[in-house]
């Protein structure tokens, strides 16, 4: 589903700049669930952002589903990220001033879907995190937990073929955080291909497998039963 190779990327700042990542090769395919883990800092969510088509790598290639995603023009490539790409923030970057039900539709809303199918996959999709009965508050009136819900929801409503999380339980207390990730580990039972970035061991725990980076590098990728064997952690 995703191939990236010898990725890199710096940023520049006026005469500074900085290399994030240094050469990063690995490959998803459909269906895993992977943690991307590293100290703040190491290019986490530079790595995520570029997998989400948000931003560009310097050098490297990524291909997903089978496209090269490198180097398409701004149109294309938001065509590629609205159809294939669902995502999943810390901060839930819901819109506040909109109802859990329109939030969660509005993604259908840039694919040109029709306001009743609109409405129609979005209650769906709220059902599914258990929101039903929220569908007409607003994010305001709901908890962090049910915020990260709703935005789960919106991520699923277009149906993507990978769902992108950087950080989705940082900003949830640690109960909450299990919650939301089993959520993310049953939608991942259905198929979908997820990566989610976190710093945090115990949410990488949850996945099936975990690329540590380090220095702009993978130093470890490995499934979740053999980090936490290395670990000393029951498997
Ligand atoms: P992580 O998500 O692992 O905490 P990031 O990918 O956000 O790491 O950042 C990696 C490094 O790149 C950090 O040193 C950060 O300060 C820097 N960085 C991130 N985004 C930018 C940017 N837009 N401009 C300049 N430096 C950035
Ligand atoms: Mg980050």
């Given at each position: ?12 700042m006026g005469k ?99 306001r009743n199918v ?16 929220w569908a007409s ?99």
């Open positions: 589903m995703i191939e990236i190779q010898n990725l890199h990327k710096s940023y520049h500074n700049s900085l290399h994030v990542l240094k050469g990063i090769n690995f490959t998803v395919s459909e269906g895993e669930m992977v943690a991307i883990m590293g100290s703040s800092g190491s290019g986490k969510s530079t790595l995520l952002n570029i997998l989400g088509i948000l931003d560009e790598a310097d050098e490297g290639t990524y291909t997903l589903d089978g496209t090269l995603i490198n180097n398409l023009n701004e149109k294309v490539a938001a065509q590629y990220r609205n159809k294939f790409l669902g995502f999943i923030f810390q901060s839930f970057n819901l819109i506040n001033y909109k109802s859990a039900l329109e939030n969660v539709a509005l993604p259908l809303y840039y694919q040109g879907e029709k609109r409405t129609e996959k979005a209650m769906h999709y709220l059902e599914k995190v258990g929101l039903a009965e508050h607003l994010p305001n009136e709901l908890s962090g937990g049910q915020k990260q819900r709703v935005a789960i929801a919106r991520a699923l409503a277009s149906n993507p073929k990978v769902l992108l999380a950087d950080e989705p339980t940082g900003a949830l207390d640690t109960k909450t955080s299990y919650e939301v990730m089993e959520l993310i580990q049953e939608i991942n039972d259905e198929g979908k291909t997820i990566l989610i970035v976190t710093h945090e061991e115990d949410i990488a725990y949850m996945t099936k497998r975990i690329v540590n980076l380090r220095d702009g590098l993978i130093i470890d990728d490995s499934i979740v039963q053999q980090v936490r064997a290395k670990a000393g952690l029951n498997v």
